[in-house]
């Protein structure tokens, strides 16, 4: 049986990003997200829908996302659904939560908010960089020494 987990979210910072790194070294930022649905209901009344993920950056990609991102923000996260299970301090009982690992992100807005907004890139730099994005999965298909169509001969400028 073959398994896919993959998730692609689009939404807004619900806080800043909280970054702190491991014993050994390795950044890790959480963040929250909040995905907005709107729909109309048959009667034709306007209704929204708020739902709320955490997400866990690692790396490289938890510094980039802590530096240029705040809270209301959008960003496009794109990762994997993970299940987190613990013992209740209080009551003893089980607790579980669905979050998501981010693998890869695109910002989705400028960022340059004059008003209470995030921040735009610091001095001396003209944008944000984009994280990198992962490697594809088939080659290219080969090329036959040409980069596009064949020319046209009406085209020529003489």
Do not use: A, H, I
């Given at each position: 049986m073959a398994n896919f987990n993959k998730v692609i979210l689009a939404g807004n910072l619900t806080r800043d990003p909280e970054l702190r790194y491991t014993p050994k070294g390795t950044a890790v930022a959480k963040l929250g997200l909040a995905l907005n649905r709107n729909w109309t209901t048959e009667t034709g009344e306007r209704r929204e829908e708020v739902t709320f993920v955490d997400v866990d950056a690692f790396g490289k990609q938890a510094e980039v996302i802590a530096?240029?991102?705040?809270?209301?923000?959008?960003?496009?996260?794109?990762?994997?659904?993970?299940?987190?299970?613990?013992?209740?301090k209080q009551t003893g009982q089980k607790k579980s939560k669905l979050g998501v690992v981010l693998e890869s992100f695109s910002f989705l807005d400028s960022g340059n908010r004059t008003e209470g907004g995030a921040p735009s890139a610091p001095a001396g730099q003209s944008a944000a960089p984009r994280p990198a994005r992962p490697a594809p999965s088939a080659p290219p298909p080969a090329s036959d020494g040409m980069d596009g169509p064949p020319p046209d001969d009406d085209d020529v400028p003489f």
């Open positions: 530096q240029y991102l705040r809270k209301g923000r959008s960003l496009l996260v794109e990762g994997r659904l993970k299940l987190d299970t613990w013992d209740d």
